[in-house]
């Protein structure tokens, strides 16, 4: 750990009285008083499905054991393969899961960032020789310039800080404009994502036999991974997994 590094932790030890004095931690999901700033109460934790066995090696999709049996993939991606090489999800889309995300994509709450980061960190593997690079899913720069901030690269940045990869912050970009993807059919999802998303032409070098791991709020139908999958492997990305908060295991639901 650096000089930085050590300089804020204690800053942020030293603060913490003061902080909590002004802010007394709450959970954030239920606002139960908590012991700290992060985390959730032990009833909303216990909310919190984390994807189990058997499931789906592909996609990450949960399987019925007599499916599992039969094969290791789930039927959607044995009859469509996906672009990626696999997802990396830390729980199932479900109400707690969704009010996290509503949260801190929609309700500004940025400091939920690092508890949602640390759920994904804790399902990914420890990475050895080569460490890959972490590429947030982009947003247009309208939506971004209304929002004010990528909910996927705050994801990806505290990803970084705990070692599990080399931020690519700008490795994407999205050019044109897509509509809201809730509600629409699989056809359409691609359709509306066609020629949205590339490599940035700078980044391109950089993405270029690397091992990437695109990093996301919540996965859905997978339209959108697989286009940014996509983009990277055009880019020269020697792999591409997926690693994100929630994954809807219906992909039916869009937050």
Sequence with gaps: MGWRSQLST????GLSPVVDLVYPPRCPL????????SGLCSECWSEIEVPG???CESCQRPMGSAAASKSTCCFACA?????????IAASLYNDASRKLILAL?????ISLAPLLADLIASRMPPETDNIPLLVPVPLHRWRLWSRGFNQAALLASELAKRGKGELLVDGLVRSKRTPSLGGLGIKERSDALSGAIAAQ????????GRHVILVDDVLTSG???????????DAGAASVRVACFARVADGGISA
Aim: charged residues 25%; positive net charge; glycine residues 10%.
């Design 105 to 109: 994509k929609h309700g500004g709450k």
């Design 223 to 233: 339209a959108t991974s697989n286009a940014c999958a996509k983009a990277l492997m």
């Design 30 to 37: 239920c606002g139960t008083a908590l012991a700290s700033q």
């Design 53 to 55: 066995e058997p499931a």
């Design 79 to 87: 009859k469509e393969p996906p672009i990626h090489d696999g997802i």
């Design 201 to 208: 032409s700078g980044a391109r070098p950089v993405i270029k």
């Design 10 to 13: 204690s800053l942020k030890e």
